[in-house]
């Protein structure tokens, strides 16, 4: 993603001696990678490259803190190249933004081959860290201040992102509960039972394995995760797999000293070039009952002579439990396969309208608030023309052309959210809406009656600020669905990418902002505004301000 690698890239350093902005909770870690690193086919071990993750992350965390931090969560991570024996990793983290006492910290990975002077990214990932409490009680962190347009993006996103996480259990469950996942076990002919692949490891907790607040550290617990995955994983295709995706990583409880850890790992499910295997670790000292620590789920690949993944075996569960999981690990791939395609992709890869279902709604309004946020924190627009205190803005990126209209008006900015929440009355100030209702809870149809007539299937996505540094935000994008095919009445429109964002200024003023990605089928109609030939746009904007001061009392 050319976002997330230019914003955890914090800094450029020229050549000359001259000053340059350097993010101040940046850290840099770079580590050869020799033997005692590697496993037996030359490659880093996925353990210790997360423990050297988990290492600097936390360094940027407390740069910024002041004090001790514990890791709390871990994002997805995705593998995308594996290391060798002789080369560089570098790894830099950042704080992006700063909650109560938890902060998002990015971290990019990348790899340096020094004899032949080349780089290239091996993972990107997000971890939350906590700021471990005082005597005086819990710590109050201080807010992050972005600089930079980079920080600023990465700073608004990471309230989605943070959304994301609180509501990361509820869509697994949403999804299990659905239809679309209860599948029922398939019975494949030689497959492997799950339970050969079972294994179980306990390690003691030593002094070396823990950190600077002497518990165990965060990374410490990751690699021996991945280490008894790696061998569940094994005893399935009886080769060495790679490693390509882990699941979020999420630390229940602190290990201390002398705790003993169980670790328990098997493959939950096979597809036909990746495996799922289930990990988890559970603490004890002595006669106490088991502590669960941390859970997680590992999807691996064999990989042949040429580098191609090998078709696996398929698994045989284990009665009861191992059903259960079995459907898990397809719900997972289906969340994966979601979260890879709809958040990761980079923007121009995003096709217009996105197939709509109720397994990926959430993933659909993360990437349409995400979008909107992105255009917001854009610093390059160029002011077109402006009349009656209404501003039209266009940005030409990527072959795209971009356009926003700007406007103050006096009505506080919660109540401007409500009214221009209810997009039915849309029609209301803007005279190119002939109708809008909603299909679904989330899901508007539009007909729009200019030259000739055009119709929309929008998601619609709402947000409140997190705090008084986020805006309120309608966010808008084009979605496909099967009851609604288009029309020989309309033609079909496609938004990437549009809607408001609503900043308040004041008690009583507050600043409207109206964003849109001008697909080719839109071009022709905003084309004579931007041109100048027009006013149309400057009309519909000051009859939404009329629109919002008429009924800005409906919700006093």
Same mark, same amino acid.
């Given at each position: 993603?050319?976002?997330?690698?230019?914003?955890?890239?914090?800094?450029?350093?020229?050549?000359?001696? =001259?000053?340059?902005?350097?993010?101040?909770?940046?850290?840099?870690?770079?580590?050869?990678?020799?033997?005692?690193?590697?496993?037996?086919?030359?490659?880093?071990?996925?353990?210790?490259?997360?423990?050297?993750?988990?290492?600097?992350?936390?360094?940027?965390?407390?740069?910024?803190?002041?004090?001790?931090?514990?890791?709390?969560?871990?994002?997805?991570?995705?593998?995308?190249?594996?290391?060798?024996?002789?080369?560089?990793?570098?790894?830099?983290?950042?704080?992006?933004?700063?909650?109560?006492?938890?902060?998002?910290?990015?971290?990019?990975?990348?790899?340096?081959?020094?004899?032949?002077?080349?780089?290239?990214?091996?993972?990107?990932?997000?971890?939350?860290?906590?700021?471990?409490?005082?005597?005086?009680?819990?710590?109050?962190?201080?807010?992050?201040?972005?600089?930079?347009?980079?920080?600023?993006?990465?700073?608004?996103?990471?309230?989605?992102?943070?959304?994301?996480?609180?509501?990361?259990?509820?869509?697994?469950?949403?999804?299990?509960?659905?239809?679309?996942?209860?599948?029922?076990?398939?019975?494949?002919?030689?497959?492997?039972?799950?339970?050969?692949?079972?294994? =179980?490891?306990?390690?003691?907790?030593?002094?070396?394995?823990?950190?600077?607040?002497?518990?165990?550290?965060?990374?410490?617990?990751?690699?021996?995760?991945?280490?008894?995955?790696?061998?569940?994983?094994?005893?399935?295709?009886?080769?060495?797999?790679?490693?390509?995706?882990?699941?979020?990583?999420?630390?229940?409880?602190?290990?201390?000293?002398?705790?003993?850890?169980?670790?328990?790992?098997?493959?939950?499910?096979?597809?036909?070039?990746?495996?799922?295997?289930?990990?988890?670790?559970?603490?004890?000292?002595?006669?106490?009952?088991?502590?669960?620590?941390?859970?997680?789920?590992?999807?691996?690949?064999?990989?042949?002579?040429?580098?191609?993944?090998?078709?696996?075996?398929?698994?045989?569960?284990?009665?009861?439990?191992?059903?259960?999981?079995?459907?898990?690990?397809?719900?997972?791939?289906?969340?994966?396969?979601?979260?890879?395609?709809?958040?990761?992709?980079?923007?121009?890869?995003?096709?217009?309208?996105?197939?709509?279902?109720?397994?990926?709604?959430?993933?659909?309004?993360?990437?349409?608030?995400?979008?909107?946020?992105?255009?917001?924190?854009?610093?390059?627009?160029?002011?077109?023309?402006?009349?009656?205190?209404?501003?039209?803005?266009?940005?030409?990126?990527?072959?795209?052309?971009?356009?926003?209209?700007?406007?103050?008006?006096?009505?506080?900015?919660?109540?401007?959210?409500?009214?221009?929440?209810?997009?039915?009355?849309?029609?209301?100030?803007?005279?190119?809406? =002939?109708?809008?209702?909603?299909?679904?809870?989330?899901?508007?149809?539009?007909?729009?009656?200019?030259?000739?007539?055009?119709?929309?299937?929008?998601?619609?996505?709402?947000?409140?600020?997190?705090?008084?540094?986020?805006?309120?935000?309608?966010?808008?994008?084009?979605?496909?669905?099967?009851?609604?095919?288009?029309?020989?009445?309309?033609?079909?429109?496609?938004?990437?990418?549009?809607?408001?964002?609503?900043?308040?200024?004041?008690?009583?003023?507050?600043?409207?902002?109206?964003?849109?990605?001008?697909?080719?089928?839109?071009?022709?109609?905003?084309?004579?505004?931007?041109?100048?030939?027009?006013?149309?746009?400057?009309?519909?904007?000051?009859?939404?301000?009329?629109?919002?001061?008429?009924?800005?009392?409906?919700?006093?």
């Amino acid at each position: 993603m050319q976002i997330i690698k230019s914003a955890l890239g914090c800094s450029t350093w020229p050549n000359s001696g =001259e000053d340059v902005y350097r993010n101040p909770t940046e850290v840099k870690m770079s580590q050869i990678v020799m033997p005692c690193h590697a496993n037996h086919c030359g490659e880093l071990s996925a353990g210790q490259l997360l423990k050297w993750m988990d290492s600097t992350a936390c360094l940027s965390a407390e740069r910024h803190a002041g004090c001790s931090c514990i890791t709390a969560s871990v994002d997805d991570i995705h593998f995308e190249h594996t290391i060798g024996v002789g080369n560089v990793v570098n790894i830099i983290a950042k704080v992006n933004r700063a909650f109560t006492s938890s902060m998002e910290v990015g971290i990019l990975v990348n790899c340096e081959d020094l004899y032949a002077d080349t780089q290239w990214n091996v993972c990107h990932a997000f971890a939350t860290f906590v700021a471990r409490r005082t005597e005086a009680g819990k710590v109050q962190l201080k807010q992050v201040t972005p600089r930079t347009q980079m920080e600023q993006m990465e700073y608004s996103l990471a309230a989605e992102r943070r959304r994301m996480r609180l509501i990361h259990a509820d869509i697994i469950t949403d999804l299990l509960s659905s239809s679309t996942a209860q599948l029922e076990c398939q019975e494949y002919q030689d497959a492997v039972p799950a339970e050969r692949t079972r294994v =179980e490891s306990v390690e003691l907790v030593l002094p070396p394995h823990t950190n600077h607040q002497v518990s165990t550290f965060g990374g410490q617990i990751m690699a021996w995760m991945e280490n008894v995955a790696t061998i569940a994983a094994s005893r399935l295709c009886n080769a060495h797999p790679t490693l390509r995706t882990i699941d979020m990583f999420h630390f229940r409880a602190p290990s201390h000293i002398g705790d003993r850890l169980v670790l328990k790992a098997i493959v939950n499910n096979a597809f036909k070039h990746s495996m799922e295997v289930g990990v988890c670790a559970e603490a004890y000292q002595g006669g106490e009952p088991l502590r669960h620590i941390n859970s997680a789920f590992m999807t691996f690949e064999v990989l042949d002579s040429d580098r191609k993944p090998r078709t696996l075996p398929r698994i045989r569960p284990v009665p009861v439990d191992g059903k259960r999981r079995y459907q898990e690990a397809i719900a997972r791939k289906k969340i994966r396969l979601d979260r890879k395609y709809i958040i990761s992709s980079k923007q121009t890869e995003v096709p217009l309208s996105v197939p709509w279902d109720p397994s990926n709604q959430m993933y659909l309004s993360y990437n349409n608030v995400s979008a909107l946020k992105l255009m917001d924190t854009r610093n390059n627009w160029v002011l077109t023309s402006e009349k009656n205190k209404v501003r039209l803005y266009t940005l030409e990126e990527n072959h795209m052309l971009c356009f926003k209209v700007q406007m103050h008006v006096s009505v506080p900015a919660e109540q401007t959210f409500h009214l221009l929440s209810d997009l039915r009355r849309r029609k209301e100030w803007d005279q190119h809406y =002939e109708l809008v209702k909603y299909v679904l809870a989330m899901i508007l149809y539009i007909t729009e009656q200019r030259n000739l007539g055009q119709d929309f299937i929008l998601l619609a996505s709402r947000r409140k600020p997190c705090d008084d540094r986020d805006p309120y935000l309608i966010a808008l994008r084009s979605v496909t669905l099967p009851t609604h095919p288009p029309t020989e009445d309309y033609t079909r429109g496609e938004v990437l990418c549009g809607g408001f964002t609503i900043w308040e200024e004041s008690s009583f003023v507050t600043k409207i902002t109206y964003y849109n990605q001008a697909t080719p089928g839109v071009l022709p109609y905003i084309s004579t505004d931007i041109a100048g030939l027009s006013s149309s746009f400057y009309s519909a904007f000051s009859a939404c301000s009329h629109y919002l001061e008429a009924n800005k009392d409906m919700f006093v």
